[in-house]
């Protein structure tokens, strides 16, 4: 018995080894064919932007034959620039003027709505979150087009202009920090308030200096979120806008870019990329440097999950 | 008190602006009626006339609509599934930088990703360029005007993102054990991916549908950027149109409740499903 015995186990143990290379040998091929797919995916996703920017650097008009590296098109081209195009350089400001604006109005609200959707149960709260998820989905154009008839019909002293474009892109970003922060709260939960209100703070008090600060890092995600998102919306500031001096980059890229524009356009686009690419590094990194100070895994990856 | 209306009122607000500014106003033609008990339906009567009388362009326009946004669905699915799987299972040491590479662009304006395919496919532009050999095929295709292929892409190029993130999160969460479990009890690769996987992925399938789908019912943009033509019109052009257009906001409206309803349904799911998850959590 115990003769036959190890030779049993032994080739038992071969072919269980035999499965286990083989299986990882498919595995591996999978594992490489899979990401070649992926980084096939990832030029066909990069690489035209990659080229967009390339040619803002042409030193000639055109857009598709490279004819030297060259800051023409960003300075000293006397009318075609975007430093000496007047009409470019306030589309550019007036990009990031309204993205600041809608940031500042939106992160506020959102926090307080998360707040109280998250402590309020029943009906009311329930419609309110319904809400907030429907504007999250419904096409933009639908919400644009609203906010336009109610301003030139309903509301006329009003007008079209920055403020209805802020209001439009206020209640469209609204869902982001709502959903990220509400999301945050439930995994806070109620006893660190709690244990607060216990050690004798205040309802406000307990907010102020234990909810706040533990929601900071959600808030600081939504914000970024809807700073880069206000940068590129195009439908709600197009329908809302009055006259030349409240447009933003995006309207001016579907206006020329079918019109035999010059690389100054492509240029206008690569200093919107930078801004927005500039504050998400930035906020990156004061969000790295929140959590590793409060001690908390910061994971791409639960960023990702909460998305 | 003083609390309940900080934290009460303040959303409430928000709700009202949120329910009026995107429901209401849309029922007012030029002239506005005010009392719904008045309303006229003559703006909804030429609508259903060009949708299906006699003379009806727009019909066409709607059901490309759905044939485009159907296939540029499912091709998204097709490119992001195996792309969010290998992220989330085998990158490895590079699953962060790939990660950052899958959502940059999210961050990169959707004009300036038309603009950049703009540029490519013009007469003179690099796919032009490569695919006549620099000039030596005679070949002389203009792919951007009307051409239904190219605006089908567009909207692929456009959106294909938003298809996965929802998928790497559900693809993320199904457990590596569970994956061997079903390998140690004889499952196939087919097996696998038909039983365990595709089941497990499914909420994250549904919600980066929804999420894609939506709003390429209302995009006129991409097909206005790379095509400019009627041939390839879709709702959201029909919509714009009679926006810009004087005197046809009530056209505008009503065709724009006429997609809401429709997208009434799978809108619901959405948030249904989203709550649902909430709870779960």
Redesign the interface.
């Known amino acids: 018995m115990t003769v036959s015995a190890a030779p049993a186990e032994a080739i038992l143990e071969e072919s269980r080894g035999r499965r286990r290379r083989r299986m990882r040998g498919t595995s591996e091929a999978r594992a490489y064919g899979l990401g070649a797919i992926t980084a096939v995916y990832l030029l066909w996703a990069l690489v035209p932007v990659a080229i967009t920017v390339l040619f803002s650097f042409n030193e000639g008009r055109s857009r598709s034959t490279w004819q030297g590296f060259s800051l023409r098109w960003y300075t000293w081209d006397p009318t075609g620039s975007v430093l000496n195009d007047e009409s470019i350089r306030n589309a550019l400001s007036y990009t990031v003027l309204l993205a600041v604006l809608a940031t500042i109005i939106t992160v506020p609200i959102g926090v307080l709505f998360a707040l109280a959707l998250d402590r309020w149960r029943g009906r009311l709260p329930q419609g309110a979150n319904f809400l907030a998820l429907i504007t999250f989905v419904i096409p933009e154009i639908a919400l644009a087009i609203g906010l336009l008839f109610m301003v030139t019909y309903l509301a006329t002293p009003f007008g079209l202009g920055t403020w209805a474009q802020v209001v439009g892109l206020v209640t469209f970003q609204l869902s982001y920090p709502i959903v990220i922060c509400r999301a945050r709260l439930l995994t806070i939960g109620s006893h660190y308030e709690e244990a607060a209100r216990d050690l004798g703070a205040s309802a406000l008090g307990a907010v102020r200096r234990i909810i706040l600060p533990m929601l900071f890092p959600a808030i600081l995600v939504s914000a970024i979120l809807v700073f880069a998102d206000v940068l590129d919306d195009f439908v709600i500031v197009r329908y809302l806008s009055s006259d030349a001096s409240t447009e933003t980059t995006s309207m001016r890229i579907y206006q020329t870019a079918r019109a035999a524009p010059t690389p100054a356009l492509n240029a206008m686009a690569t200093i919107i990329l930078v801004v927005s690419a500039l504050v998400i590094v930035l906020g990156w990194l004061a969000y790295r440097r929140w959590t590793r100070k409060q001690g908390e895994s910061t994971d791409v990856s639960s960023l990702a999950s909460t998305l | 008190m003083v ?1 309940i209306a ?3 009122l ?3 607000y ?2 009202f ?10 029922f ?1 033609s ?1 002239v ?1 009626i005010w009392n719904p008990l008045e309303w006229q339906f003559t703006q909804v009567e030429v609508v259903w006339d060009r949708l299906f009388g006699p003379d009806n362009f727009y019909l066409p326009a709607v059901l490309r609509t759905l044939l485009y946004v159907a296939i540029a669905v499912v091709a998204c699915l097709i ?1 992001a599934f ?2 969010a ?3 989330a ?3 490895g040491n590079y ?2 930088l ?23 496919l ?1 007469p ?3 796919v032009n ?1 490569i695919i006549t050999l620099g000039g030596v095929v005679p070949l002389d295709i203009n792919w ?1 005007s009307g051409n239904p292929y190219v605006v089908v892409m567009g909207l692929i ?1 456009g959106y ?2 938003y298809m996965l ?2 998928l ?2 559900a693809l ?2 199904i457990s590596p054990s569970l994956i061997e479990a079903a ?1 140690d009890l004889g499952a196939s ?1 087919f097996d696998l991916f038909r039983r365990v996987i595709l089941p497990m992925s499914l909420p994250g399938i549904v919600a980066g549908t ?2 894609i789908s ?2 390429m ?5 991409t097909s ?2 790379l095509s ?1 033509s009627p041939n390839t019109a879709m709702i ?1 052009n029909l ?2 149109l009679s ?1 810009v257009a004087p005197g046809q ?1 009530g056209q ?2 009503t065709l ?1 409740i006429l ?2 309803l429709v ?1 009434l349904i799978p ?1 619901v799911l ?2 249904r499903s ?2 649902r998850a ?1 709870v779960r ?1």
């Open positions: 609390w900080l934290f009460f303040i959303p409430l928000v709700v602006c949120v329910a009026f500014g995107t429901v209401d106003p849309i007012r030029p506005p490119i195996p792309v799987y290998f992220t299972r085998y990158a699953r962060g790939v990660l950052a590479l899958l959502v940059a662009p999210f961050f990169i304006s959707y004009m300036m990703r038309m603009l950049a395919w703009i540029n490519l013009q003179d532009g690099l360029t951007l190029y294909v993102p993130l929802p790497f999160a993320d969460r390998r690769g929804l999420l939506l709003p019912m209302g995009d006129y943009f206005d950027l400019k959201g919509i714009n926006i906001a505008a409206g724009l997609v809401l997208l809108m959405y948030t989203n709550a909430e959590s």
